[in-house]
């Protein structure tokens, strides 16, 4: 069932999501640093049973795995990890709307359609 969030709710939940998210991001670019280094580790493991450098890769996707279980537990949909992109489901007049909120915003300052997504994107003064 979709939980629906007020702009006060919503803000609220950003206060324990604001530093998962960060974490998200501090993974993110760790595994795309390690990326080049990574695939031929992984040709190579595939008949040997693996290297260290997989191993640190693991736990790094296992973190993130946790990390966002973490963000989705709290109500928050990740909509682009790459940018630390997440909505909330609120309703507006009588439909159901995002609030949207990316990573290195202070609070939630837009919204949009369902079906307008980013780029539909509206000042919260508006909502």
């Known amino acids: ?3 629906f969030f007020s702009l006060e709710e919503a803000n609220q939940a950003l206060i324990s999501i604001r530093p998962l998210m960060d974490e ?3 993974i993110r670019k760790k595994i795309l640093k ?3 280094e990574a695939w031929p ?3 190579k493991s595939v008949g040997n049973g693996g290297n260290r450098a ?3 890769m693991v736990f790094d996707f296992e973190r993130l795995e946790k990390l966002i279980h973490r963000i989705h537990d709290k109500g928050a949909q990740i909509k682009d990890i790459n940018t630390g992109l997440l909505d909330f489901s609120a309703m507006k007049d009588g439909r159901e709307v995002y609030l949207c909120w990316k990573n290195g ?3 939630i300052a837009f919204w949009h359609e369902i079906e307008a997504g980013f780029p539909g994107r509206q000042p919260i003064n508006s909502f």
Request: overall charge negative.
């Open 24 to 26: 998200v991001q501090v």
């Open 41 to 43: 580790a992984i040709e």
């Open 1 to 3: 069932m979709t939980q």
């Open 54 to 56: 997989l191993s640190n």
């Open 34 to 36: 390690n990326q080049p």
């Open 105 to 107: 915003e202070q609070d």
